[in-house]
């Protein structure tokens, strides 16, 4: 069964996914030829003869691509992964658990308790891992944001102990948008002696990335977000810092990733990742107008309520995300009733979308469950018009009157 999408369908849930982007879609042609013109490129990057070396060349072209355009100090700490979520999973099990055993063998104490701390607003990928550590035993502490989505110095630092291993902070909220002070937060975290990770895949190509400046040792990303294929990620993993492979076999990626690579989708992601980083300034601005301008005419709707207060202009929130609670509706009402007016956004995280359960990084705002239920997010990205705001801004008045 096909679903036929209107040619005016206006797509709002840009951090659910984004749309392929040209660029990607034209790096990835040359590997889809069918038949034996895939030789050429579209072959195993670990074989030894000509179209595998091809092949290795290609990959590892996008490897430095990403690695400049991300401010890596060498290729060989971009680890290319199936998606985000085996990047975090790859990120909270491998450095935690490598980092306990070094801990434990230094001192010899085998009794030592490892802590991880994360925070109550992260995405499933890193609080699922977190939860499974904690079931082998390690203390495991998840921190709570302020009103607005924040993750304090303070907090933090009253949860730090020697004990400490690593520390994983998302760089900005998939819901409501909030960026969190990723350099202050890791340099707490080194001073405990603890590792640091966080997960950038709403932050990429949406605010500034320095690894140097900003003192991480792990960073998790995701080409779907920013126009390229989905199923690729990367880990960016500072080099030297101690890790577990979750995936043993072949040893490809530096023996910490087997598995045969997506070069394809590599070489998608390379485009995808430095067209949106070539652009970010102006878009970002131009995004940010969009932002403004919707919390400003969502916020005079009867019923409809901004879920966190966004100074107009400020980066201390993502310029495309834009988060409302609706008063006396269900989130799965809206999205549906919107989507029939020819408008997709969603209620929160795609990756609880299917959930009846308020979302966990509103409830742990301090949002309050019946409010949580009626949220709606709305996210914008490249191709987003200012028309096409505009029209949203009629489309849910009418929905809500």
């Not at 072959?43 to 030894?48: E, G, H």
């Not at 609080?127 to 499974?132: E, H, M």
């Not at 890790?243 to 998608?268: D, F, M």
């Not at 949220?375 to 009157?401: M, N």
Request: glycine share 8%.
């Amino acid at each position: 069964m096909t679903i036929q999408v209107p040619d005016n369908y206006v797509y709002l849930d840009w951090a659910a996914t984004a749309p392929l982007g040209e660029e990607a879609a034209a790096a990835m042609e040359p590997y889809l030829a069918p038949g034996l013109a895939n030789v050429a490129l579209g072959l195993n990057a670990n074989s030894l003869h000509a179209p595998g070396r091809a092949a290795f060349e290609a990959m590892e072209l996008a490897r430095r691509q990403i690695s400049r355009d991300l401010g890596a100090s060498r290729p060989s700490e971009i680890i290319f992964t199936s998606g985000a979520t085996e990047a975090d999973n790859m990120a909270i099990l491998g450095i935690a658990r490598a980092c306990a055993q070094k801990r434990r063998s230094r001192h010899g104490a085998s009794d030592f308790v490892p802590r991880v701390i994360t925070t109550e607003i992260e995405h499933d990928a890193v609080i699922a891992p977190a939860r499974k550590l904690a079931k082998e035993g390690f203390d495991v502490v998840f921190l709570k944001p302020d009103r607005q989505g924040f993750i304090s110095q303070e907090t933090l630092e009253a949860q730090l102990t020697d004990s400490t291993v690593l520390v994983s902070v998302q760089m900005a909220n998939s819901e409501v948008g909030a960026v969190q002070p990723i350099a202050e937060l890791a340099k707490l975290a080194h001073g405990s002696g603890a590792l640091f990770h966080t997960d950038a895949v709403q932050a990429l190509a949406k605010v500034p990335l320095d690894f140097g400046a900003l003192g991480v040792d792990a960073a998790s990303f995701a080409a779907h977000k920013i126009g390229g294929p989905k199923g690729v990620g990367a880990l960016y993993l500072k080099a030297r810092t101690p890790i577990e492979a979750l995936l043993v076999g072949g040893g490809q990626e530096g023996g910490l990733r087997s598995s045969t690579q997506n070069v394809c989708g590599v070489a998608g992601f390379a485009a995808a990742c430095h067209a949106a980083l070539e652009n970010r300034m102006p878009e970002c601005e131009r995004q940010m107008r969009m932002r403004d301008f919707l919390y400003a005419e969502l916020a005079k709707i009867d019923k409809v309520k901004c879920t966190v207060n966004v100074p107009a202009g400020s980066d201390d929130f993502l310029p495309n995300i834009v988060h409302v609670l609706v008063d006396g509706y269900e989130s799965e009402t809206l999205v549906l009733r919107l989507d029939q007016k020819g408008f997709g956004v969603s209620g929160g995280s795609a990756c609880s979308s299917h959930s009846l359960e308020p979302s966990h990084v509103l409830r742990a705002m301090g949002i309050p469950g019946d409010a949580a239920y009626g949220a709606l997010r709305i996210s914008f990205g490249r191709y987003t018009t200012e028309e096409d705001v505009r029209s949203f801004v009629q489309a849910l008045e009418a929905c809500v009157r």
